[in-house]
């Protein structure tokens, strides 16, 4: 009689010890302390918001980076037993070619977006934005004015503004796509086109190696204004670069980074926990006060190196149009390159 009774509390032991052990896992949406996160994003964003997450949640993320073409491909790899719970990064166009890698949720936090940012297909969070803008050397620019694209065409600026190339930048490309629609309205039209052609003729022929050469040999003085992006503009000034930023009075493209829950998430609980925290005034605050990053909240809180959307003449991309015809755009513009050399 003991033996039997004392089988049986072994049986209620091993019971009770494999409940316990289950709530370590969520492949039910249950209670778990892990989120396995697939980032392409920078390390001052990954050291800034995985800590502050951990800390606020007592959840502990396993963190994978690579390039997001990459990790795209890689989920898409294993969505039979999907390892990744996040995708935290990667452009929204992007998102919607794996749409079918992704949960549906949308955050409770979602309502605190600007316009344009919220979380219209119902599995894409954005959570950041950069702009293309206007640097210029503020040591170097005298009396030239420059307020916007049109004054680039200033024939005392010939051979001193900075650009990359839109065939192998895609800062240079999203500059190329604002510019046609700023200035043409949309991105086909004669007006956008015969601007780009000007422009080109006004840069006389010179193309920096990359997008970071662009932005640099401005900071550094060795051209009065460069054509590049927000997010390493805003670094010159936040540091005290004799620099300014301009954007365009003619309108600005920003682009959301955007994240997503992964298909059959083994911690969804968790992961819509992350998905809520980068969209969170917490998040949102710190995006905006110590990097040099775009918050999406209306109320995050923005440091004196970053404008306050209010302040630009915001115009809105095409998205879909522009995805369906890069190489057409690239090809165009690589044929006014070519003419004028």
Not at 139 to 165: F, Q, R, S, T, V
Not at 273 to 280: A, E, L, Y
Request: proline content about 3%; overall charge negative; glycine content about 8%.
């Amino acid at each position: 009689m003991k033996r039997k009774v004392l089988v049986l509390a072994m049986v209620s032991i091993l019971v009770i010890g494999s409940l316990v052990g289950c709530g370590k896992t969520d492949t039910a949406g249950g209670s778990s302390d892990k989120l396995v996160v697939y980032s392409p994003n920078s390390e001052d964003i990954i050291n800034l918001i995985i800590p502050m997450f951990e800390k606020e949640t007592g959840i502990k993320v396993e963190l994978i980076s690579a390039g997001t073409g990459e990790l795209l491909k890689r989920i898409e790899s294993e969505k039979e037993n999907p390892y990744a719970d996040v995708m935290f990064g990667g452009s929204h166009s992007q998102f919607v070619q794996y749409a079918d890698l992704f949960e549906e949720y949308v955050s409770p936090n979602d309502e605190y977006l600007v316009e344009g940012a919220q979380n219209k297909l119902g599995y894409t969070t954005s959570y950041i934005a950069d702009g293309s803008c206007l640097l210029v050397n503020t040591d170097l620019i005298g009396d030239i004015k420059i307020e916007g694209y049109e004054d680039l065409l200033n024939p005392e600026l010939k051979g001193k503004i900075a650009g990359a190339d839109p065939a192998s930048s895609s800062s240079a490309f999203a500059q190329l796509t604002n510019m046609l629609l700023a200035m043409g309205g949309d991105y086909t039209s004669d007006e956008g086109w015969d601007y780009v052609t000007k422009l080109v003729e006004n840069m006389d022929g010179k193309i920096a190696s990359g997008s970071g050469a662009a932005h640099k040999s401005v900071a550094d003085g060795e051209y009065v204004v460069a054509l590049t992006y927000e997010d390493p503009s805003a670094s010159y000034v936040r540091d005290g670069a004799p620099v300014k930023i301009v954007y365009p009075k003619e309108g600005t493209v920003f682009l959301n980074a955007t994240s997503g829950i992964v298909k059959g998430s083994k911690n969804l609980e968790n992961a819509k926990k992350f998905i809520d925290f980068t969209i969170s005034k917490e998040a949102q605050d710190a995006f905006g006060t110590q990097l040099t990053t775009r918050p999406l909240r209306k109320d995050a809180e923005l440091g004196d190196h970053m404008t306050p959307f209010e302040d630009i003449y915001l115009i809105e991309e095409d998205v879909d149009y522009v995805n369906e015809h890069k190489q057409e755009i690239v090809e165009r513009y690589i044929e006014i390159f070519t003419s004028l050399q």
